[in-house]
C-alpha cells in the first residue's frame, strides 16, 4: 500500500504527494510516518532532485494523527515490559527527528549551505501534524479554498501539538500571536492564516503546484534557514527572561488558570513546553516539547479525552451502533411539524445539509414565523462569512413553509416539533401519516414523553421513533436517538442516517423516563438546588461545579434553560409517579423562584441577578432569606461529589436498565449533551479514572451522611468487587 507517491518532473522537483487508501481525508498512520520518512531520504540523497514539493492528492491536506499510533506503542512497550513512557517518547521523537529532517533538508547546519528548498503546497484543509509538516517546511502555500480550514485542534481533545507544532509556532509568532491556535485550537480560513503570519502564500487552487515549483527554482540558501536556526535569533514579544516577555508568559499561566480551573493538564504543559523550550536552542526544546507530550499522552485524563472526543464519537458518527443488514437510508424530503424555535431549527439544519425539507404549522402566519427565523439565521450565516449569498438562497429554495399536510406527500421521514402534549403530538401523528408513503418513518423531537405510548398513535410503531435534538439546534452537536418498544431497525437506520447527513453525533438509546441525556442533567440540578435549601453557599456550589471543569454552574444551567422549565418538569414527575416521588427540598427552591416571576435569563431574574442587556450580574441574595445560610459550610470535594454523583449514578443505572446499550454512547453524550467535564471523558471514563472501588467508597459516606439517592447501584458494585473498570469490560465483550 503506497501513502506517500514519489515523482520527480523534468526540472528536477521531487512532488510527494499524500493520498491515503481508502480514505477521504489523510491522517498519519505509523505506515505513513516511515514512507514519509524514505520518501525524504531519497529526495536529499538524489543529486539530480533540486528541491520537493510537499503535497497533497486529495482535496484537502491533512485531517491530523491517527491517535491510536502512540496508545498503540504504549500496549506493546507494556506487553514486552518496556517502560510506557520511554516507548512513547521514543515515538514522539521519531516524528521530531523526521520533521527535523525536512527542515534542514540535508544542509551543513554550521554553514547552513548544501539544503534542498521544501514546499508545503495544501490544497484544502489543514489540522495538527498536517499543519505541523507545513511549518517544518521552507515555504508555505495554501490554495485559495473557501472551504479549507487551517489550525492546529489538539487542545480540544486534551493534548497538544507535539511534533514540533507548540516550538515553532511560538518561535515564529510568539506566545501571543500564537496562542489562538496553540490554547484555543482554532481552525482558521487561508486569508486569517495568512494574516496571523501562518503561511506565505495564497494562490488559485488551479495554480497551487506552478507556485510552489516557481518557489523552489529561485529559492536562495538563506531562504531555507528558518529563523530560530539563524545567529542572533530573538523570541517575537520576548523570552520570557526578558521584561516583557514575563509578562506575556504571567499573563498567559493566569488565563489558562481561569480557563481550565487546572483541570486540564494539556493547557498546562503546553504552557511548561514553551516557557522551558524558549531559553534554550532549538533541538532542546523539541526535547522538552516531546517529554512534556509523554507526560500528557500518559496522563489518565488526557487518554480518557482522545478516547471519548476523537475515537468514540468517530466510531459512533461512523456507524457504530447502527444495524449492520439495513441499505442506505439517507433523507431524501423530510417533513417538520412545528415550527416553532426546535422545529425551525432542525429544518435550518437539514435545509443546510441539501435536504428538502417542508416546514409546517397551524396555520401560514405561524409557518411564515418559522421560515423567517430561519433566514435570519442564514443572514447571520452570511454576515459572518460562513455561506455565501447564493448559498443562502439555494438553502431557502429547498424549504417549504406552510399549513398544508398536502405538502408531505413523497416524504421519507417526518420529525414532529410541536407542543409537548401527548394529545396533540397524536393528532398530528395521523394527520401526517395520512399523507405519507407507506415506507416514510415518523420521529418525535419530545425531551420527556414515553416514545412507546406515543408510537400508540401511529400506523405502524414499528416505523416510530423519537429523535431528540438538544437546543439550539444548530450549535448543538449531540443528537438522543430513542427506540421505543416496537420501534425497527429500518427506523434506527433512518434516524443514525439522517443525523449524519447533518454532521451531528448520535447516540441511540432505549424508552425510559427521561432517556438518557435529562436522566442524568436534572438530578444535576436538582442536587444543586437541595443544597441551596440545606444553607449550602450558592457561591460555593458554582465554583465548585467549574472546579470540576463544567462549564457552567449548576444554578447557572438552571437560568439558562429556565426556571419554569423545571417547575413543569417537576410538577409532571410528581403526577406521574405519585406516592414513588422522592422527596427533596430542593423543589421548594424551585418554587420559591417560580412564584416569584424569577423566570431565569430570560426574564432577567432567577439564581442570578442580570443587567437590562440580560447580563448576569452576581447571584440573587434573597435566597438567603427563604434559605438562611448554615453556620457550617461542607468542604469543597464533598460538594463536588455530590454533584458529580448526582449525574453518575444515573448514566450506571441507565446501563443497568438497558436504556444504554454502549458506555461510548454514554460518555460521548454526557459531555456533547450538557458539558459534563470534558477532561474526565464522561461519566464511565470517570469512574475508570478514580478506579469502581474508590467511586463505591464515596458513595458509601455520602449515602449514610446524605440519604439512599447515593447508594451505589449493584452493576458498579460488581464492577468494583470484580477488580474491573467498565472500559475494561466494554472491550472484553467486543472481543468476545
Excluded at 502564500?201 to 510552489?212: D, F, G, N
Excluded at 434553560?561 to 410538577?571: C, G, N, P, V
Excluded at 478514580?690 to 459516606?701: F, S
Aim: aromatic letters at 6%.
Amino acid at each position: 500500500m503506497t501513502i506517500f507517491n514519489y515523482e520527480v518532473d523534468a526540472d528536477g522537483v521531487a512532488v510527494i504527494s499524500w493520498d491515503l487508501p481508502g480514505a477521504s481525508m489523510n491522517v498519519m498512520t505509523e505506515g505513513g510516518i516511515a514512507e514519509l520518512d524514505a520518501a525524504f531520504d531519497k529526495a536529499l540523497g538524489d543529486d539530480a532532485v533540486k528541491g520537493i514539493v510537499l503535497t497533497s492528492a486529495k482535496k484537502d491536506f491533512a485531517g491530523g494523527m491517527d491517535l491510536n499510533i502512540l496508545g498503540k506503542a504504549r500496549k506493546a512497550a507494556e506487553a514486552a515490559g518496556r517502560a510506557p513512557a520511554e516507548a512513547v517518547f521514543e515515538g514522539v521523537m521519531r516524528m521530531h527527528r523526521l520533521l527535523r529532517k525536512i527542515e534542514l533538508a540535508g544542509m551543513d547546519f554550521k554553514t547552513k549551505k548544501g539544503g534542498k528548498p521544501v514546499v508545503w503546497a495544501s490544497p484544502g484543509t489543514a489540522a495538527g501534524i498536517g499543519l505541523e509538516l507545513g511549518l517544518a517546511c521552507h515555504r508555505r502555500i495554501v490554495a485559495d479554498n473557501p472551504k479549507a480550514k487551517i489550525g492546529l485542534p489538539e487542545i480540544l481533545v486534551g493534548i497538544f501539538p507535539g511534533a514540533g507544532g507548540t516550538t515553532r509556532l511560538a518561535r515564529m509568532l510568539g506566545v501571543m500571536g500564537a496562542s489562538p491556535f496553540l490554547f484555543e485550537g482554532k481552525m482558521m480560513a487561508p486569508k486569517a492564516v495568512k494574516a496571523a503570519g501562518v503561511v506565505d502564500e495564497i494562490v488559485p487552487p488551479e495554480a497551487l503546484m506552478e507556485a510552489a515549483k516557481a518557489w523552489v527554482s529561485k529559492a536562495s540558501e538563506a531562504d531555507l534557514v528558518k529563523p530560530w536556526d539563524a545567529k542572533g535569533y530573538k523570541m517575537p514579544g520576548g523570552a520570557p527572561y526578558t521584561p516583557q516577555g514575563f509578562q506575556t508568559m504571567a499573563g498567559g499561566i493566569a488565563m489558562i488558570h481561569g480557563r481550565t480551573q487546572g483541570v486540564y493538564p494539556a493547557a498546562k504543559a503546553l504552557m511548561s513546553a514553551i516557557y522551558e523550550g524558549a531559553q534554550v536552542d532549538f533541538d532542546t526544546a523539541i526535547r522538552i516539547e516531546a517529554r512534556w507530550m509523554t507526560s500528557i499522552m500518559l496522563n489518565p485524563t488526557s487518554a480518557a479525552m482522545i478516547r471519548s472526543l476523537f475515537l468514540n464519537k468517530e466510531a459512533l458518527e461512523k456507524g457504530a451502533v447502527r444495524p449492520k443488514d439495513v441499505p442506505d437510508m439517507r433523507v431524501k424530503k423530510l417533513g417538520v411539524l412545528g415550527a416553532g424555535m426546535m422545529g425551525a431549527g432542525i429544518a435550518y439544519v437539514s435545509a443546510r445539509a441539501g435536504i428538502e425539507v417542508v416546514l409546517m404549522d397551524r396555520d401560514q402566519a405561524a409557518a411564515d414565523k418559522g421560515l423567517a427565523t430561519i433566514t435570519g439565521l442564514l443572514d447571520d450565516d452570511v454576515k459572518k462569512k460562513r455561506l455565501t449569498a447564493e448559498a443562502k438562497d439555494a438553502v431557502l429554495s429547498r424549504l417549504t413553509a406552510t399549513p398544508d399536510y398536502a405538502a408531505l406527500k413523497g416524504a421519507d421521514l417526518v420529525v414532529e416539533a410541536v407542543f409537548e402534549d401527548p394529545g396533540v403530538k397524536g393528532e398530528v401523528t395521523k394527520q401526517a401519516e395520512a399523507e405519507l408513503p407507506e415506507e416514510a418513518i415518523f420521529a418525535t423531537n419530545t425531551s420527556t414523553l414515553p416514545i412507546s405510548e406515543l408510537a400508540k398513535a401511529s400506523r405502524d410503531p414499528e416505523r416510530f421513533i423519537g429523535i431528540h435534538f438538544f437546543s439550539p439546534v444548530h450549535r448543538m452537536m449531540l443528537v438522543e436517538i430513542i427506540k421505543g418498544e416496537k420501534t425497527g431497525d429500518e427506523a434506527v437506520a433512518k434516524a443514525l442516517d439522517f443525523v449524519r447527513q447533518l454532521r451531528k453525533t448520535p447516540i441511540v438509546v432505549n424508552d425510559a423516563r427521561f432517556f438518557y441525556a435529562n436522566r442524568c442533567i436534572i438530578p444535576y440540578g436538582g442536587e444543586a438546588a437541595r443544597m441551596v435549601a440545606e444553607g449550602i453557599e450558592p457561591v460555593l456550589i458554582e465554583n465548585a461545579a467549574k472546579q470540576l471543569g463544567f462549564p457552567l454552574g449548576p444554578l447557572q444551567l438552571g437560568d439558562e434553560t429556565s426556571i419554569d422549565l423545571a417547575e413543569k418538569i417537576m410538577r409532571a414527575t410528581k403526577a406521574a409517579l405519585g406516592d414513588d416521588y422522592p422527596e427533596n427540598p430542593g423543589d421548594d427552591v424551585v418554587q420559591v423562584l417560580f412564584d416569584a416571576g424569577r423566570l431565569g435569563r430570560k426574564s432577567k431574574a432567577g439564581y442570578f441577578e442580570y443587567d437590562e442587556n440580560g447580563k448576569r450580574t452576581g447571584l440573587w441574595r434573597g435566597l438567603q432569606e427563604h434559605f438562611p445560610l448554615a453556620k457550617e459550610q461542607p468542604d469543597v470535594t464533598e460538594v463536588q461529589h455530590r454533584l458529580m454523583l448526582a449525574q453518575v449514578l444515573e448514566a450506571v443505572k441507565a446501563l443497568e436498565e438497558g436504556v444504554l446499550e454502549d458506555i461510548r454512547e454514554g460518555d460521548v453524550g454526557a459531555i456533547l449533551g450538557w458539558g459534563f467535564a470534558p477532561w474526565s471523558g464522561g461519566p464511565f471514563s470517570w469512574i475508570d479514572m478514580l478506579g469502581a472501588d474508590e467511586v463505591v467508597r464515596i458513595c458509601d459516606r455520602l449515602a449514610q451522611k446524605h440519604g439512599p439517592r447515593f447508594t451505589a447501584p449493584k452493576l458498579l458494585r460488581d464492577v468494583a468487587e470484580a477488580g474491573e473498570s467498565f472500559y475494561g469490560r466494554h472491550e472484553a465483550t467486543k472481543a468476545a
